[in-house]
Nanobody, 116 residues
Framework: QVRLVASGGGLVHPGGSLRLSCAASGFTFSNYAMSWYRQAPGKERELVASITIISTTTTYADSVKGRFTISRDNAKNTVYLQMNTLKPEDTAVYYC?????????WGQGTQVTVSS
């Protein structure tokens, strides 16, 4: 059974930091590129960051460049999203996703709220 379990979300003040983790199981993690998406209330889900299989390439949404860092540990079947200098507009449910060819898996999401 495929599972992607995201954790690390919470309430943080503007300018603060959070580190999200997503633990994968039920598939060969090292064969899949990984991404983080987010969905704010009333908005469509958007791509935040992606990382290739052996971490050779990372991509980011313009809105998070320079503030967020995606990384992965294939030995631990885990992908991370380090989020710094958080802004209220970063408030959303964050989802991790695994993809390879035409196959995509989704996790259950973790809530991030940036508020004073």
């Amino acid at each position: 059974q495929v599972r992607l379990v995201a954790s690390g979300g919470g309430l943080v003040h503007p300018g603060g930091s959070l580190r999200l983790s997503c633990a994968a199981s039920g598939f060969t993690f090292s064969n899949y590129a990984m991404s983080w998406y987010r969905q704010a209330p009333g908005k469509e889900r958007e791509l935040v960051a992606s990382i290739t299989i052996i971490s050779t390439t990372t991509t980011y949404a313009d809105s998070v460049k320079g503030r967020f860092t995606i990384s992965r540990d294939n030995a631990k079947n885990t992908v991370y999203l380090q989020m710094n200098t958080l802004k209220p507009e970063d408030t959303a449910v964050y989802y991790c996703s695994a993809f390879r060819s035409s196959t995509r898996y989704w996790g259950q999401g973790t809530q991030v709220t940036v508020s004073s």
